[in-house]
C-alpha cells in the first residue's frame, strides 16, 4: 500500500504546506455588528482565501488568466465548502449555518427573494 503511495506523489514532489493546509485568519465577532454583518465578513473572508489559495497552485497559474476565472466562477461554491471543512476548528459552522437560516427566513417572509434566486440559493447550497 505505501508503494502505490510513493508511486503517485514521490519525496522529491511533496507539496508546500501552505497548498495543503487552508488557514483562515479571522478576528472575533465585533460586539457592534449584527450577526448579518458577521456572516459577510467571515464569508467574504472565506472567498478571498480561497481565491488566495488557488493562486499558490503552480498549475492554476498556468492556466490562461481568462479560464482561471471561469474555473473559479464555476466552482466557487466547492471551494467554499472545501474552505469551511478545512476551517472547521477555526469557525463555529453551526451558528454561522443559523445565521444563514434565519436570514432566508426574514428575507422569505418579506418577500424579498425572487422564486430564480430561491432555486439558484438552494442550488448553491
Same mark, same amino acid.
Given at each position: 500500500?505505501?508503494?502505490?503511495?510513493?508511486?503517485?506523489?514521490?519525496?522529491?514532489?511533496?507539496?508546500?504546506?501552505?497548498?495543503?493546509?487552508?488557514?483562515?485568519?479571522?478576528?472575533?465577532?465585533?460586539?457592534?455588528? @449584527?450577526?448579518?454583518?458577521?456572516?459577510?465578513?467571515?464569508?467574504?473572508?472565506? %472567498?478571498? &482565501?480561497? *481565491?488566495?489559495?488557488?493562486? /499558490? =497552485?503552480?498549475?492554476?497559474?498556468?492556466?490562461?488568466?481568462?479560464?482561471?476565472?471561469?474555473?473559479?466562477?464555476?466552482?466557487?461554491?466547492?471551494?467554499?465548502?472545501?474552505?469551511?471543512?478545512?476551517?472547521?476548528?477555526?469557525?463555529?459552522?453551526? @451558528?454561522?449555518?443559523?445565521?444563514?437560516?434565519?436570514?432566508?427566513?426574514?428575507? %422569505?417572509? &418579506?418577500? *424579498?427573494?425572487?422564486?430564480? /434566486? =430561491?432555486?439558484?440559493?438552494?442550488?448553491?447550497?
Amino acid at each position: 500500500e505505501n508503494d502505490n503511495i510513493t508511486r503517485v506523489v514521490p519525496d522529491h514532489q511533496t507539496y508546500d504546506p501552505s497548498l495543503v493546509y487552508f488557514n483562515l485568519s479571522l478576528s472575533p465577532p465585533n460586539p457592534a455588528q @449584527s450577526r448579518e454583518q458577521f456572516l459577510c465578513k467571515t464569508a467574504s473572508r472565506i %472567498l478571498f &482565501q480561497t *481565491i488566495h489559495w488557488t493562486r /499558490k =497552485i503552480p498549475v492554476f497559474n498556468n492556466i490562461p488568466y481568462l479560464d482561471q476565472v471561469s474555473l473559479l466562477r464555476s466552482s466557487w461554491s466547492n471551494l467554499f465548502i472545501l474552505c469551511l471543512v478545512q476551517c472547521r476548528g477555526q469557525i463555529n459552522l453551526p @451558528s454561522l449555518l443559523d445565521i444563514i437560516t434565519s436570514s432566508v427566513q426574514k428575507c %422569505l417572509g &418579506q418577500d *424579498i427573494f425572487s422564486l430564480a /434566486k =430561491i432555486r439558484q440559493f438552494t442550488k448553491a447550497l
